[in-house]
């Protein structure tokens, strides 16, 4: 039986902590839960769309330094923004979005992982 994993789903570190994020841009934006984030460069890891079979081990995560463009408090919204500086592996896609004008104004939340 096969399991998929799309490749937006990114890996966030920051020492001690570890969490996940979305890919949201192909010049490597990154949200993810501003708790994660307490550094000026935490760690990303990055890896190529998985369809794991039985007989093909996944590809390899591909750690990379990411800047904090933008940080939230738990107290203003718990949101990070971040962005990786280098290109992104070959195999690795943005998040993509639809476009509803039902939805503008509609608030959003992030949780993590305790």
């Avoid at 570190?13 to 984030?37: A, F, K, M, P, Y």
């Avoid at 971040?82 to 070959?90: D, T």
Wanted: glycine content about 8%.
């Amino acid at each position: 039986m096969s399991k998929y994993r799309p490749s937006f789903l990114v890996r966030v570190s920051d020492r001690e902590t570890v969490g996940g994020g979305i890919l949201i841009s192909d010049s490597g934006h990154i949200v993810t839960c501003g708790h994660l984030v307490s550094t000026s460069s935490p760690s990303v890891w990055v890896r190529p769309e998985v369809r794991e079979d039985a007989d093909t081990p996944p590809p390899p995560w591909e750690k990379y330094t990411a800047a904090i463009l933008q940080r939230q408090t738990r107290s203003e919204g718990d949101l990070c923004l971040l962005k990786i500086n280098e290109p992104l592996p070959h195999g690795v896609r943005p998040c993509t979005f639809a476009s509803n004008p039902l939805n503008e104004g509609i608030t959003s939340k992030a949780w993590g992982f305790p």
